[in-house]
């Protein structure tokens, strides 16, 4: 599995009421949901998000509530891969049982630049940012082929 | 192998040996889902065509974020919540006014020590408190539970957290977490398991003890637990539930990540300043920071326990000029005990607002929201940026003896300064 696309850099304990603020709960339909994707760091960011497939996050990203809406209006926006220094564990869930790559890596984080691309090959555990290799720990193969196929449900429609 | 509590309860549900940062299938025994993920699920199921839940005497449903519904797509939802229900034959149903589902789950015995259970919200961790493996999922998660009965999870390493000495007048557990959090911030103990050990333990009521496993979430914590002992029979046998604690309870001398130790009697009362949960102060050093809003309440601080501290430190006077204080109990029987001990009628005669058990104005999305820049010290368990619905407002996060003290002067203050 491969992803690359130019980066977009939030920073340390960016949790889910800023990633998908509580009045926008009701909203069901994920396009809707994308308009709001980290509308909690302002009204510029729902833009932002949507032009920038890989999000690039410090320590203890999505901590907080267990809100989906987290995972899939980011995922909705367009967003396909997420890279931290370290993720809450259930943000990281939610993230792998929809269907969103994630990488915990400190030193992808250190390197990658704002809008600078990234290219990461989430099997083989390697990025390539600004002209550097970053290696990485890749997710077990089970954890993959859950967002290969595009989540934990799909995969379970799939049997 | 010795094994951490975590190791134990996730080797049962796997049916083989669990070790720390294996990844494992396991079997839950208990499912819960909260009202706000109820249209999020029902889209989930209804996309994977699952008719029939295989496993309805493992649910139980609650309804404490938006209860009774403030509008009308909420109130909707609720509705095909019940149907929903109903339909399933998931009996255990606790409609609008029950309470908290983590309180309810307490009260009436749901879980028991050495079970896994799993709820569609973050707070899970309080389960701890009755030595049961309680954690947080998303809903897309649960769906595949329900219709699978299996999970897949990495086995935490754990920490062991060693509390001694004694609690000083006027300083709860909840003064405790904050400290614990100020020292060790809110990424220590990410993906791992919180076991509570030490002298000091013994004397903590379950309540007390409820609060301790809730704030592990605030840290990062997968799991929290106080193992197994007189208190936690004491609670069940009130409830009249047969348990076996040795479920409960790690084997000694299993291998813990770090040892963490606290005495209880260096603790004082202490506010987790906007907008991290780690930013901790004592609250003698916050200095008379104006309030607009108080809230005593949640799964954090909202038990009788809570509340009788706080009509104690109000008890003849009252709230603030210019200050609300809104008092939700954590559930009907807290609400009922509380009506009971004459509390209720005492945090009312202070100018307290008293409202339908359940969340309340916690997360913002339902009542007791906050104005453009208004402060408000909540006995909560988060303070983030826009938690109580107004990005531009700010939330002090400090013990029900706090919150009532600083409601009563206008300002944040430590409960030590009134008496
Ligand atoms: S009281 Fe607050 S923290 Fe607890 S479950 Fe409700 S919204 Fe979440």
Known sequence: ?159 | MRQTLAEKILSRASGAPARPGQFIEAAPDWTFLIDTSVRVILGHLAKIGLDKLPYPERVAVFYDHYAPADNVANATDHRNGRDFARHQGITRFYDVGTGISHQVVAEKGLVQPGQLAFNTDSHTTTLGGLSCFGTGLGAAEMAYVWATGRIWLRVPQTIRVVLKGQLRPLVDCKDVMLTLLGKLSSRAAIYRAVEFHGDAIQHLPMASRLTLCNMTTEMGAKVAFVPFDNVTQEHYRNLGIDVDGSLGQPDDGATYEKTVELDLGEVVPSVACPHTVDNVRPAQDVKAVPIHQAFLGTCTNGRLEDLRAAAKVMKGRTVAAGVRMIVTPASRDVFNAAMKEGIIADLSDSGCVITTPGCGACCGVHMGLLGDSEVCISSGSRNFLGRMGNPTSSVYVASPATVAASAVVGHVIDPRMLV
């Open chain 1, 1 to 159: 599995m491969k992803v690359s696309g130019p980066a977009l850099i939030v920073g340390d304990d960016i949790n889910t009421d800023v990633i998908y603020p509580s009045k926008y709960l009701a909203v069901s339909d994920r396009a809707e949901q994308a308009l709001h994707a980290f509308e909690g760091l302002g009204a510029d960011w729902p833009a932002k998000v949507k032009a920038h497939p890989v999000l690039i996050a410090g320590w203890n990203f999505g901590c907080g509530s267990s809100r989906e809406q987290g995972a899939t209006a980011v995922l909705a926006a367009g967003v396909k891969l997420v890279v931290a220094r370290s993720f809450s564990r259930i943000y990281m869930r939610n993230c792998i049982n929809n269907g969103l790559a994630v990488v915990e890596s400190d030193d992808l984080v250190s390197a990658a630049e704002p809008d600078g691309i990234v290219e990461a090959d989430l099997v083989a555990g390697r990025a390539k940012v600004a002209n550097r290799i970053i290696r990485f720990e890749p997710l077990p193969q089970h954890l993959i082929d859950i967002i290969h196929d595009g989540g934990l449900l799909a995969r379970l429609k799939k049997g």
